[in-house]
C-alpha cells in the first residue's frame, strides 16, 4: 500500500489505499489530486472492471486538470479489494461508506459527486438513497432502475449475453471476455446453445458463479430483485443526476423513468429541479462514431460526453453556472433529422399516440408484399401463422445491445444498432407488415409499443418486435425492439401459461426512441418468437428457464380481425402520417 502521494503526469496520486467499511472489510481505492493545494470537490467512481492507475489515468488528468480530486474504487471483492463479490448486494452500504471516508480526508472540500458508466451508474442508484450529507451529485450513465425487468428480464424474457457477460466479467475481467483467446468459448454459436443455461458459467471460466445461478433461480419478480429495484425509492433520494444514454442501449427508458421519478417525488428542490438527461444515437458504449449498424447519423451526432460532464460538475460542485441550469432537463438526437434538442418532459405532451393496424391475407411470413400497415382497422382476415423451433432461432441481428463486444473475434460478430435485416426477413418465421410509402416526413419519439393478439399451441413462447425504417432502395434500419415471454403477458410478478390455441392479448414494449421516416421511406414492424444468442430461446415447453433442456415447435398465431385488432402503436410528433 502507498502511504504518501506519488507524482505522475502531473498528478498527486495514493495507489491501493484501504478504506474501511463498516463490517471491517477494507476496499481499495486510488486517489489522485491536481498539484497544488486544496481542498478540492471530488469525484468518486466504483466499478467491479479494473480500476488500476492505467486504467483510469487518462480520466484522473482530465478532472484533476480541472481542480477536481479523483477517487477509483474496486468494488468488494474485485482485485485489490478483499471481501466477496455479490452482484449488487453490498453496493449501497459501501457505496455510502466511502463517501463517508472521502468526506473525511483532508483533500476533500466536502462537495463530493459520483461518476460511471453501467456498474459504475448502478452504485450510484443503488447508495443513493442512504442519502450521505457530502454526496452533492451524481452522474450514472447507461444503466437500469431495476435489475429485474430492465436488465435480466425484459419482459419476462431472459437476456442471455448481457445475463453471462456480465457474470463472467465480474468474476474475471474484460480480457477474458472480449480478447482473442475468448473466442473458442463465447464466440461460437454451439456454447450459446448449451442447455441447461445454469450450467454456462462453468462452461465459460470453469467453475460456478452464484449470482448467475440466483438470477436463473428467480425470473419473476419478488423479494430477491426487490431490493435492487429503484423505482419507487426516488423520495429518498436527495441529489440530483445528470444521465447518458442512447437509443441503441438498453437502459434508456430506465434513464427516463429516472428523471421522471425523481422531478415528482424528489424530497428537495434541487433533486426535482435540476436532473438532466442526454441521449444519443448511441449504444452501450462510450460514443466513438457517428455510425451505428451500418447507419451514419451525421458529425453532429457525436458529443464530446465528458465536455458535458465538466459542465455538469461545474455547476454542481463548484458552483459555475455557464447557462446550464437555466436550461430543459432533457437533450435528446432525433435520427433521421440528425439533429439534437431540448424539451421539458417525457413523453412529449405534443406527441399523438397513433395506431397502425396489422393487415395481411395470412401470408406475413411468406410474401414480402402481403402484409401491410394501415390506419384503418382490420376487417374480417385470415389469421398469419408460423412455426418457431428453439433448435433454430431468428438470430440477433443489430438493435439495442450491451456486452455485445463477447462476440469482438467471431467469424460473423454482432453490432448494435440500425442493422439492415433484409436477411432476416426472409425467413418464414418472421412476420413483416410494411406500410405504403409515407408522403411526408413523420416523426416518432417517445414509447413505442405493439398490441398483439396472438395464439400458440405450445404452453409457453416468446414473441418479438421489431420497428424498421424501410428506405427506398429497400434497405431495412432496424429502430428499436422488444420482446415478451408469453407467460408474463399479465404482469412480471407471477406466471400464467397459455391455453393452447386460445387467442390472447399481449402487449410488447419497445425501447423508447426518436426518430424522422423520411419522405419515400415506409414504416415496418416484423413480429417473430426469438432474438438469441440476446435472449436465452423460449424452449416452448413452460419449463423452468435455468433447467430446461426439452425443446418444442410451436405453431404461432399472429390475428388482426374487428374483434383482435393487432396494432403498432406510434408516438407521431409534430407531423401527420400521409401515405403515397
Given amino acids: 500500500m502507498t502511504n504518501s502521494p506519488g507524482s505522475e503526469c502531473g498528478l498527486k496520486l495514493w495507489h491501493d489505499l484501504g478504506v474501511p467499511m463498516r463490517d471491517g472489510v477494507r476496499l481499495s481505492a486510488d486517489v489522485f489530486l491536481p498539484d497544488r493545494d486544496g481542498p478540492f470537490p471530488t469525484i468518486v467512481t466504483r466499478t467491479p472492471y479494473e480500476s488500476g492507475r492505467d486504467a483510469f489515468l487518462d480520466v484522473a488528468a482530465y478532472w484533476a486538470r480541472r481542480g477536481f480530486a479523483f477517487v477509483v474504487q474496486d468494488c468488494r471483492g474485485r482485485f485489490e479489494s478483499e471481501g466477496t463479490f455479490r452482484a449488487y448486494a453490498d453496493d449501497p452500504t459501501d457505496g455510502y461508506d466511502t463517501i463517508e471516508w472521502v468526506g473525511g480526508q483532508g483533500w476533500c472540500n466536502g462537495k463530493i459527486g459520483t461518476w460511471g458508466r453501467s456498474y459504475g451508474g448502478l452504485t450510484q442508484w443503488l447508495s443513493a438513497p442512504l442519502a450521505h450529507p457530502q454526496l452533492t451529485c451524481m452522474a450514472p450513465h447507461v444503466i437500469c432502475d431495476d435489475f429485474y425487468s430492465d436488465c435480466h428480464y425484459i419482459g419476462g424474457a431472459f437476456q442471455l449475453m448481457l445475463s453471462l457477460g456480465a457474470a463472467v466479467i465480474w468474476q474475471t475481467n474484460l480480457a477474458t471476455v472480449v480478447g482473442p483467446q475468448s473466442r473458442h468459448v463465447f464466440q461460437n454459436r454451439r456454447f450459446w446453445s448449451h442447455l441447461p443455461l445454469i450450467e454456462m458459467d462453468e462452461l465459460a471460466i470453469g467453475r460456478r458463479v452464484e449470482y448467475w445461478r440466483e438470477w436463473l433461480a428467480h425470473p419473476t419478480y419478488g423479494d430477491y430483485w426487490r431490493p435492487f429495484d429503484i423505482r419507487g425509492r426516488h423520495a429518498e433520494i436527495t441529489v440530483p443526476a445528470f444521465q447518458q444514454c442512447g437509443w441503441f442501449d438498453p437502459y434508456t427508458g430506465s434513464g427516463f423513468r429516472n428523471l421522471n421519478g425523481m422531478q415528482q417525488h424528489g424530497p428537495n428542490s434541487r433533486a426535482r429541479e435540476q436532473q438532466r438527461i442526454l441521449v444519443g444515437p448511441w449504444s ?7 455510425s451505428m449498424g451500418g447507419r451514419d447519423f451525421g458529425p453532429g451526432s457525436l458529443l464530446d460526453i465528458r465536455a458535458e460532464e465538466h459542465r455538469w460538475f461545474d455547476w454542481q460542485l463548484k458552483g459555475i453556472d455557464d447557462g446550464i441550469a437555466s436550461e430543459p432537463p432533457i437533450r435528446i438526437f432525433t435520427m433521421g433529422a440528425n439533429s439534437w434538442r431540448s424539451e421539458a418532459e417525457w413523453p412529449l405532451e405534443r406527441s399523438v399516440v397513433t395506431p397502425l393496424f396489422l393487415h395481411s391475407t395470412g401470408r406475413a411470413g411468406s410474401s414480402p408484399d402481403d402484409g401491410r400497415l394501415t390506419l384503418d382497422p382490420p376487417g374480417d382476415e385470415p389469421v ?46 418472421v412476420l413483416v407488415y410494411t406500410t405504403p410509402v409515407l408522403a411526408e416526413p413523420v416523426e416518432v419519439t417517445g414509447p413505442v ?5 396472438a395464439e400458440s399451441n ?37 406466471t400464467e401459461l397459455l391455453a393452447p390455441a386460445v387467442a390472447e392479448q399481449m402487449e410488447i414494449v419497445l425501447y423508447p426512441t426518436s426518430i424522422v421516416f423520411a419522405a419515400g421511406h415506409r414504416i415496418r414492424l416484423d413480429i417473430s418468437s426469438s432474438n438469441f444468442p440476446r435472449f436465452s430461446r423460449n424452449l416452448n415447453t413452460g419449463e423452468d428457464v435455468g433447467t430446461g433442456t426439452r425443446m418444442l415447435v410451436a405453431a404461432n398465431s399472429v390475428l388482426h380481425s374487428q374483434v383482435t385488432p393487432s396494432q403498432l402503436v406510434l408516438p407521431v410528433v409534430d407531423s401527420t402520417l400521409r401515405f403515397c
Fill in 384 to 429: 398469419d401463422r408460423f412455426h418457431y423451433d428453439p433448435a433454430d432461432p431468428v438470430p440477433t441481428l443489430g438493435g439495442v445491445l450491451s456486452v455485445h463486444m463477447m462476440t469482438a473475434h467471431a467469424e460473423e460478430p454482432l453490432e448494435a444498432g440500425a442493422v439492415d435485416q433484409r436477411l432476416l426477413e426472409k425467413r418464414d418465421d
Fill in 284 to 290: 452501450h458504449e462510450e460514443p466513438a462514431s457517428t
Fill in 449 to 453: 409499443s405493439v398490441v398483439l393478439y
Fill in 458 to 494: 405450445a404452453r409457453d413462447t416468446d414473441f418479438t418486435a421489431r420497428l424498421v425504417d424501410v428506405a427506398p432502395d429497400g434497405t431495412a434500419f432496424l429502430v428499436t425492439e422488444g420482446i415478451l415471454r408469453a407467460r408474463y403477458r399479465n404482469g412480471l410478478k407471477q
